[in-house]
């Protein structure tokens, strides 16, 4: 089983890629860690990678491309995989599509979860970063630290990442422009009929709604 999701930035994604492949039995693929380990394998395609970021430049779609590809043939994701992160935009979906039709492991299902954005608004407004500049691990209301306002991993203070007044207009902004590049990528996954949208507004029933769509397409594959 091949699954995509996607959302807006605080809508949850990370978690419920997490839950899922361990509930599941699937490789959990985020693109920030398949480039980290690209990077320490130093294959020809992790060396590629390395001197692009080492540079401070844009990394081309192709190269993602053929990262994800080499992460794909591991014996780990022989039994499927959840993968966030990538595609980013429509132009990314197809090659993704491309690749996957070429290693006869096409999508089996897309899930969209979708946020309010004034819950995302207030979301991304609280979220809290911890102050150890060699962690800055990121939590959120959806997962906030085990004990209250310090690291699970460091024990540093954990403190709001951005002052809420502030920066409103800020985040507004940034929320819009996310919407304007993941709105052509939900006609897309429409069009080819693999999208599902699940209401993620209420985090204690998302992951459970995103279970049962799973469910109820896997008796078809
Ligand atoms: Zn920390």
Do not use: W
Not at 6 to 25: E, K, Y
Not at 47 to 66: F, H, M, S, W
Not at 133 to 148: G, T
Not at 195 to 216: E, M, P
């Amino acid at each position: 089983m091949q699954l995509l999701l996607f959302g807006h930035p605080s809508a949850g994604i990370d978690t419920i890629g997490t839950r899922l492949s361990n509930q599941l039995q699937l490789s959990h693929l985020t693109l920030s860690e398949v480039l980290n380990e690209a990077t320490q394998r130093g294959s020809q395609t992790g060396t590629t990678l390395k001197n692009l970021i080492d540079r401070g430049e844009l990394v081309p779609a192709a190269v993602l491309i053929d990262v994800i590809h080499e992460k794909l043939k591991t014996t780990e994701c022989s039994a499927g995989f959840v993968l966030h992160g990538f595609p980013k935009d429509t132009s990314q979906a197809q090659l993704l599509d491309q690749l996957l039709h070429e290693l006869g492991r096409p999508l089996t299902l897309v899930v969209h979860v979708q946020v309010s954005a004034q819950i995302l608004l207030e979301r991304m407004i609280n979220r809290q970063i911890c102050s150890n500049k060699s962690c800055n691990r990121i939590y959120h209301q959806l997962a906030p630290p085990h004990q209250d306002n310090h690291c699970d991993l460091c024990r540093s203070e954990v403190v709001f990442q951005l002052n809420p007044e502030l920066n409103r207009d800020l985040t507004l902004a940034k929320l819009k422009g996310y919407c304007d590049r993941l709105d052509p990528m939900i006609e897309y996954y429409q069009r080819r009929k693999l999208l599902s949208i699940i209401d993620g507004n209420n985090s204690d029933v998302t992951f459970a709604n995103v279970l049962d769509v799973i469910k109820q397409i896997r008796g078809v594959f």
